[in-house]
């Protein structure tokens, strides 16, 4: 059966990506060691695929601010992509974030003009119309462009899209412009109010149909066909001064009090420079925290510290797990630790070291930028940094597939284990099991060779239960029927054709595509 899609050259292309093992580096570590925060160092593709084991179905909310497409070269990024390539590079990383998230969870993705109505269509096939939650326009500059030759750019959109359909986000407290008109002129204990008319009932019970005499003998009929309360409740709310007769006594007003009121939706519109920042204010943060960089050494396209506060105020409760794949200066991650929020960044370039770690050691203790006055940061907390592990296959002088001598024999052991699609954990009692998936089953991996007499050592400690994948070098014939829940396989051999090796950097090289004009796209 035909469906619409979006269909560009090198679709169905995806690569095999390596499930690498993550690297904790303890010497960058800051704050609380038993923090869960992580800030990750390398390719977001492989970076992705590295959490996606653990972390599936448990981020509640994503923020990603991906390369726009424009054509413009920016220092921390090549922004010049071939649309096709573009497309292809936010694909895979789609496919992969979606299944990070939880069902309550969103996605919020930051784009301009150049590729929205592209990635919305993109994001339509992965996530599903029915979960495209809305397409918010915020105001990024704070004045217009006045040498622009066309329009002067002055907003950005960010798709929002949920994992389930019907996602209902949070609620908004009231500004001070929109509470303007409570007023408490008479020291009400209950607060601030306003005056409006109780509601009256359409089709009300027999008991709400009566009539009210004015203290100067007026008699006041109910609106519509009736009152919202019985005579009783009104008269007591009479008494307490919520509800009383106006001036002439031809009819009565209700109190609304501010402190009854729930909060508001949020407006599609961010319009409001105050409420959720704009791009100078954010490049001004910038340099607030670092005042020793000169403007050439600062990330380029910041965005400010109160976008990522409305986006996490609307998505996300106090500890609630947020990933940014695109970090870039790390806002999200600043943000979501000054909110309590738990947070995964991840990010490629240089600017890893020289920007996020840093900024978040500021934040960590009590830095006084952003949102933190608003959120009353006093510092605390912590994170932990991680790199990505180098390839697991690399070829020898021969051109024959080895294992990395970079890795040791525990990173070995939790490779071959991630690879396989198990959870590394090994045993302290039992050598052999190293680490468990589904359906209780366990792998060891052993750079020894296997002989007959340590497989039956193994498989009379081994449950008939239970299920073993053994993986070795070389062993002795016939071992892989030896035991009927017993797999034994040959490495590095059996890894090889589970995902591509030897690829450190998916920004550029996707997909083998020709050049392209845009006319040779297809949008069926």
């Not at 084991?53 to 054509?71: E, H, L, M």
């Not at 066309?150 to 389930?164: E, G, M, R, T």
């Not at 040959?490 to 589970?498: A, D, E, N």
Request: net charge negative; hydrophobic share 35%; proline share 6%.
């Amino acid at each position: 059966m035909q469906r619409l899609e979006l269909t560009w050259i090198g679709k169905g292309e995806d690569p095999a990506i390596e499930p690498r093992i993550l690297l904790h580096d303890t010497s960058k570590d800051y704050g609380d060691p038993n923090s869960e925060n992580m800030l990750i160092h390398g390719d977001n593709l492989l970076a992705l695929k590295a959490l996606e084991q653990d972390f599936a179905g448990r981020v509640k909310c994503i923020y990603i601010d991906p390369p726009y497409n424009t054509g413009a070269a920016f220092e921390h990024y090549d922004d010049n992509l071939e649309h096709s390539i573009w497309l292809q590079l936010m694909k895979t990383r789609l496919d992969i974030l979606k299944n990070l998230l939880s069902n309550e969870g969103t996605i919020w993705i930051s784009i301009d003009d150049h590729e929205q109505a592209y990635l919305q269509i993109l994001c339509d096939e992965i996530f599903g119309r029915v979960c495209h939650v809305q397409t918010v326009i915020w105001r990024s500059s704070d004045n217009s462009n006045n040498d622009s030759k066309q329009f002067s750019q002055d907003h950005n959109y960010i798709l929002v899209y949920s994992k389930a359909p019907n996602w209902q986000p949070k609620k908004l407290q009231r500004t001070e412009e929109q509470a303007k008109h409570y007023s408490n002129p008479d020291n009400d204990p209950r607060g601030p109010w306003f005056d409006g008319n109780p509601l009256g009932s359409p089709n009300p019970r027999p008991n709400l149909t009566y009539d009210i005499i004015a203290p100067n003998g007026n008699v006041i009929k109910p609106p519509f066909n009736g009152w919202r309360w019985s005579e009783e409740t009104l008269k007591e709310k009479m008494e307490t001064g919520e509800i009383r007769f106006n001036n002439d006594c031809t009819a009565i007003k209700r109190r609304t009090y501010l402190y009854e009121q729930k909060g508001l939706p949020a407006s599609s519109l961010w319009a409001d420079l105050e409420e959720t920042g704009h791009t100078r204010q954010a490049k001004y943060e910038q340099k607030k925290l670092f005042p020793e960089m000169n403007k050439n050494t600062w990330f380029a396209t910041p965005k400010p510290e109160k976008l990522i506060q409305r986006v996490l105020t609307l998505a996300t409760d106090e500890y609630d797990l947020v990933l940014d794949s695109f970090l870039g200066s790390g806002t999200t991650a600043a943000v979501a630790h000054k909110m309590g929020r738990r947070y995964i960044g991840i990010e490629l370039g240089n600017h890893c070291y020289t920007h996020c770690l840093p900024r978040l050691q500021k934040v960590v203790d009590g830095e006084q930028g952003g949102i933190s006055n608003a959120v009353n940061w006093k510092g605390g907390g912590g994170f932990k940094f991680y790199e990505l592990a180098p390839t697991l296959i690399e070829k020898d002088k021969h051109g024959n597939p080895v294992f990395s001598d970079k890795y040791n024999s525990e990173m070995l052991v939790a490779a071959v284990a991630k690879i396989n699609g198990f959870h590394y954990a090994p045993d302290r009692e039992l050598f052999w099991k190293q680490g468990f998936s589904q359906d209780s089953s366990y792998i060891y991996v052993t750079t020894q060779y296997l002989t007959a007499a340590m497989l039956d050592g193994i498989a009379a400690e081994l449950s008939p239960m239970e299920n073993l994948l053994i993986c070795a070098p070389a062993f002795d014939i016939g071992l892989g029927k030896r035991y009927d829940n017993i797999n034994v396989r040959k490495i590095p051999q059996s890894v090889l054709s589970k995902c591509e090796f030897g690829a450190d950097n998916y920004n550029l090289n996707i997909v083998d595509v020709p050049e392209l004009d845009e006319e040779e796209w297809e949008d069926d």
